[in-house]
T-cell receptor, first 114, second 115 residues
Framework: DAGVIQSPRHEVTEMGQEVTLRCKPI?????LFWYRQTMMRGLELLIY????????DSGMPEDRFSAKMPNASFSTLKIQPSEPRDSAVYFC????????????FGPGTRLTVT | EDQVTQSPEALRLQEGESSSLNCSYT??????LFWYRQDPGKGPEFLFT???AGEEKEKERLKATLTKKESFLHITAPKPEDSATYLC????????????????FGSGTRLQVQP
């Protein structure tokens, strides 16, 4: 299996622009998670899906952030408009139903907003 | 609110020098405690799951233990390739209010093993 795939790996954009991050989970996994990692705040859960349905989005910082999972093999995290404080590494992870804590992480997208 | 505190923040060891990393937690009903390893520029990699006090898990030079308040990750005779950041996370039992059962991560211990 190829593991969790994320794109792009690096994104540099200007403040105010729209940013879309993409994730392909491991085939057969029921859960998909979006995390953000910074030096100051560590690894934070933004939102997670079960069978393509958003279960908990309480970690999404503002209305500027939105996430979708149109099917079992694809999810997006969108930031519109982006701000410098959104600069971070964004990880996508997936897991099976009965092993929810055993999550498989993608390589991350390093986002820089100037 | 679930809380996870890891110590020390950073640890430098000589190759072969055994030590332990600590993870203290506060959670409303522990469903599971998880250890992950993260190499620079990569996503966290799952290591262990512990479910109840007294449980132990081993993998090569690593052994994880669990009590009702904390977990330890023991590293025996470490090698330079063990250098990484080690993250601890907890999963709470389902609550009536939110049903949320996501992971709460600690800030990690950055381990450096010198040859």
């Amino acid at each position: 299996d190829a593991g969790v795939i994320q794109s792009p790996r690096h994104e540099v954009t200007e403040m105010g622009q729209e940013v879309t991050l993409r994730c392909k989970p491991i085939s057969g996994h029921d859960y998909l998670f979006w995390y953000r990692q910074t030096m100051m705040r560590g690894l934070e859960l933004l939102i997670y899906f079960n069978n393509n349905v958003p279960i908990d989005d309480s970690g999404m910082p503002e209305d500027r952030f939105s996430a979708k999972m149109p099917n079992a093999s694809f999810s997006t995290l969108k930031i519109q408009p982006s701000e410098p404080r959104d600069s971070a590494v964004y990880f996508c992870a997936s897991s099976r139903l009965k092993q929810r804590g055993e999550q498989y992480f993608g390589p991350g997208t390093r986002l820089t907003v100037t | 609110e679930d809380q996870v505190t890891q110590s020390p923040e950073a640890l430098r060891l000589q190759e072969g020098e055994s030590s332990s990393l600590n993870c203290s937690y506060t959670v409303s009903g522990l469903r599971g405690l998880f250890w992950y390893r993260q190499d620079p520029g990569k996503g966290p990699e799952f290591l262990f799951t512990l479910y109840s006090a007294g449980e132990e898990k081993e993998k090569e030079r690593l052994k994880a233990t669990l009590t009702k308040k904390e977990s330890f990750l023991h590293i025996t005779a470490p090698k330079p390739e063990d250098s990484a950041t080690y993250l601890c996370a907890v999963q709470a039992a389902r609550t009536m209010d939110t049903g949320r059962r996501a992971l709460t991560f600690g800030s990690g211990t950055r381990l450096q093993v010198q040859p």
